[in-house]
């Protein structure tokens, strides 16, 4: 089963930009489906990326058109950009994977935007 860890969180403004890298060791990470969650203080965890074994990719209404998740299999590492950062978009960012082997999930990487 793949083992996640996420890094790239931190504090940013209100229009800036940060980079999230999800790093996946274990074998056979092509064929896990990824997918960015994201868990606000008070809030349910919410999906807000995912990209599927074949590239496809789709997007919480909330991050459409600033956030692209993207994959490099060769580096076994998924990514999210984000980019026009919102104070809303303050939550610690967490890594998904699943597969028919089954499921992981990273520790977490918080994400401040200050307004």
């Known amino acids: 089963q793949v083992q996640l860890v996420e890094s790239g969180g931190g504090l940013v403004q209100a229009g800036g930009s940060l980079r999230l890298s999800c790093a996946a060791s274990?074998?056979?990470?092509?064929?896990?489906?990824m997918a960015w969650y994201r868990q606000a203080p008070g809030k349910q965890r919410e999906a807000a990326a995912t990209?599927?074994?074949?590239?496809?990719?789709y997007y919480a209404d909330s991050v459409k058109g600033r956030f692209t998740i993207s994959r490099d299999n060769a580096k076994n590492t998924a990514y999210l950009q984000m980019n026009s950062l919102k104070p809303e978009d303050t939550a610690v960012y967490y890594c998904?994977?699943?597969?028919?082997?089954?499921?992981?999930w990273g520790q977490g990487t918080q994400v401040t935007v200050s307004s």
């Open positions: 274990g074998s056979m990470f092509s064929s896990y489906t």
């Open positions: 998904y994977a699943q597969s028919r082997a089954g499921t992981s």
């Open positions: 990209i599927t074994t074949t590239g496809a990719t």
